[in-house]
């Protein structure tokens, strides 16, 4: 059975989004559906297909894990805030653009 992050990174591929394997990296260590949601539609746009590839990796990733309670502690705002000043740029693009970092 493949991992929460070769499942996201085998969508990422069939959506035609290359190169993200960093991102994939970084999303994978975030504590919340919100987060997750932010950075993914921030980065890939803000459409159903999006929402929904957030919400199923969220929901492998995270399991029963309540997001409203991973979020609301102290500590994890401050390592959510230090996340966010080392977000990496997306690296990645539609391979039908045909930019290839090959």
């Given at each position: ?35 997750i949601q932010i950075y ?27 997001s409203t309670v991973a ?21 990645g693009s539609p391979a ?7």
């Amino acid at each position: 059975m493949a991992t929460a992050k070769q499942w996201l990174s085998q969508q990422l591929v069939e959506l035609g989004w290359v190169g993200l394997d960093d991102v994939v990296e970084y999303i994978s260590k975030l504590d919340s559906l919100e987060e997750i949601q932010i950075y993914m539609t921030s980065l890939l746009g803000d459409t159903p297909v999006v929402v929904d590839l957030a919400q199923r990796f969220s929901s492998m990733n995270l399991g029963s894990v309540d997001s409203t309670v991973a979020s609301s502690s102290a500590g994890k705002k401050a390592k959510r805030r230090e996340r966010k000043r080392a977000i990496p740029s997306g690296k990645g693009s539609p391979a039908t653009e045909g930019n290839s970092n090959e």
